[in-house]
């Protein structure tokens, strides 16, 4: 489906058969999903990217959690600056680069990741990704892992 909500047209032939073209569709339709899953609490995905990186790792720089996650370092600073005043994360001086800033979760960020934004997340991937049977999901897993170079 288009933007629009209206049935796209079918992809021409060479591009139905492409691997690159079927993931980048399959990942347009579930980050669609997604953006419009997380729109109820007023965050991206890529916000959510960026809470979830801070869980597993815990305080980073806005330029290790822009290398990450492959944003660029102004784009990071507004998404960095966007969940600071929504109370998600918050800047502290850098111990070991007094010039420098961490970011960090807050307790109201950590809540809101393991009470909504995770099971919201969780949800749309079981309707998009649900539709193959658990044992090609976890090779499609394996397989863009390989291709993501993890």
Do not use: F
């Not at 489906?1 to 980048?24: H, I, V």
């Not at 918050?90 to 960090?104: G, H, I, K, L, S």
Request: net charge negative.
């Amino acid at each position: 489906m288009g933007e629009d909500g209206r049935e796209l047209p079918p992809a021409p032939r060479l591009l139905a058969e492409s691997t690159g073209w079927l993931l980048n569709g399959a990942a347009r339709e579930l980050t669609v999903e997604l953006e419009q899953a997380l729109k109820r609490d007023d965050l991206r995905w890529r916000d959510y990217g960026v809470l979830c990186v801070l869980e597993a790792a815990g305080p980073l720089s806005q330029q290790e959690i822009g290398r990450r996650l492959a944003v660029d370092r102004s784009t990071m600073v507004h998404i960095i600056d966007v969940l600071e005043d929504r109370g998600l994360v918050e800047r502290t001086r850098a111990p070991a680069d007094r010039r420098a800033y961490a970011v960090e979760l807050t307790a109201q960020g950590r809540a809101l990741l393991a009470e909504v934004l995770h099971p919201v997340t969780a949800e749309v991937h079981e309707r998009v990704i649900g539709r193959l049977p658990s044992e090609d999901r976890a090779h499609l897993n394996r397989i863009l892992a390989k291709l993501a170079g993890e």
